[in-house]
């Protein structure tokens, strides 16, 4: 069983190795290792896109969870950034259109609201966000490097100064530009193909260097693990909507699913509403 177990362990290995080799910094497992503990090449790519050439960041955090409001959905954003003004960035990659909704980029924007003002604080303290999706393909298909996303006073035809900002940046774009070849380089699966040195330098760590390479491969178990952690709790879920019909109290359900009391009311009470 022991062997069973580790010849297993040792094919998943060599799968996330070949897998590591055709990665790009588009891909979001990738992106992941890149921007983590890396602020000058978040500074850059922030610089880029928005194009403040004198933006300095404090942090940033990938794979950022928030989440203020019980029973709201959770958003856990690829990399948040704090520059030295106090502004903050959601910098999301997206590799399907369906990930790049308007609604989306709404929600986001809404989350960080939220998590940026607290109790007593005045509203004019919420802090300048931008929600910027970078894009494998173009999303709204007109060849433009980016679309700005912007409120409006439609009335006036002025723009409503609410302090957010929604960028799509158009990952096919190629170009001259500093934004063209950002673009191309978060497409290029090879270091040597890229334009800019500290995107290469990182790229070329994660998939060279045997440090780097560990790095990636626990990054790609983590998510293997979240993976099944999340297909266990919707088991789980179902589990005890089926047995709360039956009339088993929410005590009971807990001891027979493994989960806390208190989450399981919490499911049966969703399912009541």
């Known amino acids: 069983m022991g062997e069973t177990e580790d010849k297993k362990r040792e094919k998943r290995h060599q799968e996330d190795l070949e897998r590591l080799r055709s990665f790009r910094p588009i891909d979001d497992t990738f992106m992941r290792g890149l921007f983590k503990d890396n602020l000058p090449l978040a500074e850059l790519v922030l610089r880029i896109i928005t194009g403040k050439k004198d933006l300095t960041l404090l942090k940033c955090e990938t794979q950022a969870d ?33 990930g790049a909704d308007p609604h989306r980029a709404r929600y986001h924007s809404s989350v960080m609201d939220v998590e940026n003002l607290d109790e007593k604080q005045d509203y004019r303290d919420l802090p300048d966000t931008y929600v910027i999706f970078i894009t494998e393909k173009d999303y709204y298909k007109a060849g433009k490097p980016m679309y700005v996303i912007q409120n409006m006073n439609l009335t006036l035809n002025q723009p409503f100064e609410d ?73 789980a879920k179902i589990t005890a909507f089926r047995m709360g019909k039956k009339g088993r109290s929410p005590e009971e359900i807990a001891e027979l699913i493994g989960f806390n009391v208190e989450t399981v009311k919490k499911w049966l009470q969703t399912t009541e509403e």
């Open 66 to 98: 928030l989440k203020r409001v019980t029973g709201a959905r959770s958003i856990c954003l690829d990399a948040y950034a704090e520059d030295s003004t106090g502004k903050k960035y959601d910098m999301e990659v997206q590799r399907s259109d369906n």
């Open 163 to 235: 302090g957010t900002h929604i960028l799509y940046v158009n990952g096919e774009y190629r170009g001259d530009s500093d934004l063209g070849k950002l673009m191309h380089d978060f497409n290029c699966t090879d270091a040597e193909d890229m334009y800019f040195d500290l995107m290469a330098e990182k790229t070329r760590y994660l998939k060279e260097n045997p440090k780097g390479v560990n790095e990636m491969c626990k990054v790609m178990e983590d998510l293997r693990n979240e993976s099944y952690a999340e297909g266990r709790e919707e088991q």
